[in-house]
């Protein structure tokens, strides 16, 4: 008798301890290792980040606000760049996995593909939080929250300046589009912002459409092969401001004036793009925040605290003209 109590006080213990030691109990942080509420000490929480790559301005800008963030926030960031490929992605959410970390944050490259990883991080009981881009998954208990920019409405802004620019054109408008990466959440809902709002103006024809990658160099060559290819064009909408300025360059090295004999509408408003906007290079431009650092460390903590977390935050954003570009550049954090 005496034998089996000392076995029940023994086992109790090491459940107290477990507990008082934040470890993987279930009770404290809601399933077994990983984050939840676990109410650690915040110098005590680890996050691994799975970073798309560093493709354009807006993704390094986006990069070092959230390692500055962290830094200043004093927990552990785990960082990893995918190249801009799903598969290193993956592997790095698996290895925060087998790391335990408590929290898993990622931009998802493109947005299909992550039931499997995403299923092994709840067995995990790891909370992820997506930032920036979203994910197409059904089942939206595998992550925690999206916390990003509306896309569709960034290209329905655009498209509201293009139908308003050419409000009064008698004539034929010829569009050409440089997507983002294909497959990713921002080209496809730009796109799709942006064709519902030119089409209330039969004027406006999106006569060439093709991926630049998010990036300057693809956005340079399409450009170059849209000049060789299309008769006529009026107007870009290059999905970031890295491919219309890549666009700039092929515009100029073939004799034309980009911001006059060819429009140009951007989404971002990095630095770059906005001193081509405010040299009159591009005629107007989207914002699209990459400061999204100070929001995934609330999350983190509201998390941590056992605190509810919206399934969607959307972050702020305007739009610039050229004057108000000038105005706004000596301040621009990015
Ligand atoms: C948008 C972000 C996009 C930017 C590009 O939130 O995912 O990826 O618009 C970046 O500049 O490459």
């Keep these: 008798m005496k034998k089996t109590v000392g076995l029940f006080a023994a086992a109790a213990l090491v459940m107290a301890l477990s507990a008082c030691s934040g470890g993987a109990t279930p009770a404290a942080t809601g399933g077994a290792a990983g984050g939840g509420a676990a109410n650690k000490p915040l110098d005590k929480i680890v996050v691994g980040f799975a970073q798309v790559g560093a493709e354009s301005g807006w993704r390094t800008a986006n990069t070092k606000d959230i390692q500055e963030s962290f830094k200043a926030a004093g927990i552990d960031l785990k960082f990893s760049d995918a190249q801009q490929k799903q598969e290193n992605q993956i592997s790095a959410i698996r290895s925060y996995i087998q790391q335990g970390v408590d929290y898993i944050a990622f931009s998802p490259v493109v947005q299909t593909g992550w039931d499997a990883v995403l299923n ?16 197409d998954s059904k089942d939206t208990s595998l992550y925690a929250t999206f916390l990003g920019s509306d896309f569709v409405l960034e290209g329905k802004k655009a498209g509201e300046w293009v139908a308003n620019e050419y409000k009064s054109a008698s004539a034929p408008v010829n ?160």
Excluded: H, W
Excluded at 121 to 131: C, E, F, M, R, S
Excluded at 217 to 230: D, P, R, Y
């Design 175 to 334: 569009i050409v589009q440089l997507e983002g990466t294909t497959g990713s959440a921002p080209a496809i809902d730009r796109a799709k912002g942006f064709a519902d709002a030119i089409a209330s103006n039969t004027n406006l024809k999106v006569v060439a459409s093709q991926t630049g990658d998010f990036t300057r160099a693809g956005g340079k060559q399409v450009m170059e092969a849209f000049l060789k290819s299309q008769p006529k064009i009026d107007l870009v909408f290059a999905q970031n401001d890295d491919m219309g300025l890549g666009a700039i360059e092929a515009i100029e090295a073939a004799g034309k004036v980009p911001g006059k004999d060819i429009k140009i509408v951007t989404v971002d408003a990095v630095k770059d793009g906005m001193q081509a906007l405010a040299d009159g290079k591009i005629n107007f431009i989207v914002e699209c925040s990459p400061l999204l650092g100070k929001q995934l460390i609330d999350i983190v903590k509201k998390l941590n605290a056992g605190q509810p977390v919206e399934k969607r935050i959307v972050t702020e954003e305007t739009t610039f003209t050229q004057d108000q570009a000038k105005t706004a550049l000596p301040t621009r954090k990015y």
């Design 120 to 135: 092994e991080a709840k067995a995990a009981k790891i909370p992820v939080i997506l930032t920036d881009r979203a994910v």
